[in-house]
């Protein structure tokens, strides 16, 4: 899958469970300042929810669905939760803020790596309904808590996704990055379909980036550990590049802060990860995505 400038615009879809959305994620270790933003649009509005976390701390989240809004032409009208972006320029750089009661950001993301593709071909596509693409990028801006400002400089991760996920056929889905200084980073994308009876029948899919040049992982095998209310605690990555064999890359995680969000009848786990690879520590996302019964709590978010 080639991706051009063109695939930074958002998309319509024919069918109304259509939905598009860029992803933003950062995580400066030495300042213990983590925060994700979500923007989305499709179902005839926009939607979005950010996260900012302070330490093991929620400092501050915001949820929002269904605004009113047709499908623009760029992502720069859109806006909900507090949040907006800016496409600077296509594939190399762009704008993100978040103003809200507890807790704000401004920052900027600057690709330092070309786009790691998910076909709509692949597997994973097919399996959760989604195709897209993941950059590695470094962050510099302000982060505002607790009536201080802060500024950030350290790495994080920039995604455009779209597609029409169908819930009835999928259990779970999980995405993961560890960005491990430098430009070397992993992204992966596993989703368990509805029918599934054991773990390894997740369908994974990812990439290694190194050089800034994202290579795909032959064969990526997670595995996570979860406490009582199914929220993951700690991860181990296996990462075989080639058919052939040799030795597997592997990393090693665990959970420096999180929080739940109801959606409705999804539920989203999400948290931040301290990561160890080949002697080198970073930090990332681990988010899992699962279908729960209705219970009329969309956007309530929980801390861990």
């Not at 595995?223 to 990393?251: C, I, K, N, P, V």
């Not at 739940?260 to 996302?285: H, I, K, N, Q």
């Amino acid at each position: 899958m080639s991706i051009s400038a063109a695939d930074e615009n958002p998309r319509a879809g024919d069918d109304p469970a259509f939905r598009d959305a860029v992803t933003f994620s950062f995580g400066d270790s030495a300042a213990q300042l983590y925060g994700l933003a979500r923007i989305g649009i499709g179902g005839g509005g926009a939607s979005g929810f950010a996260i900012v976390y302070a330490g093991d701390e929620l400092a501050g989240a915001s949820t929002q669905a269904q605004v009113a809004l047709e499908v623009p032409e760029t992502w720069e009208p859109v806006t909900a939760a507090g949040l907006r972006c800016t496409v600077v320029a296509p594939l190399e750089s762009w704008t993100v803020r978040y103003d809200g009661t507890d807790a704000a950001f401004d920052l900027r993301f600057e690709a330092l790596s070309a786009p790691a593709a998910l076909d709509p071909e692949s597997a994973v596509a097919r399996a959760g309904g989604m195709a897209g693409y993941e950059q590695l990028c470094g962050v510099t801006g302000e982060v505002r808590h607790g009536g201080r400002s802060h500024q950030v400089r350290c790495l994080g991760q920039r995604g455009h996704q779209w597609g029409t996920p169908d819930w009835s056929r999928i259990e779970l889905a999980r995405t993961l990055s560890a960005w491990m200084g430098g430009d070397r980073a992993v992204t992966l994308t596993a989703v368990r379909p509805a029918k599934a009876k054991h773990h390894d029948e997740e369908v994974v899919g990812g990439f290694l980036i190194n050089g800034g040049a994202p290579e795909p992982i032959f064969d990526p095998r997670l595995s996570t550990t979860y406490d009582g209310e199914l929220r993951q605690r700690r991860a181990g990555l296996e990462l075989w590049m080639s058919e052939e064999g040799g030795h597997a890359r592997r990393a090693a995680g665990a959970a420096v802060c999180g929080t739940t969000v109801d959606l409705g009848d999804l539920r989203l786990d999400s948290a931040f990860f301290e990561w160890r690879m080949e002697g080198r520590t970073g930090t990332g996302r681990y988010d899992v995505l699962r279908r729960v019964s209705a219970n009329g709590g969309g956007g309530l978010l929980r801390r861990r």
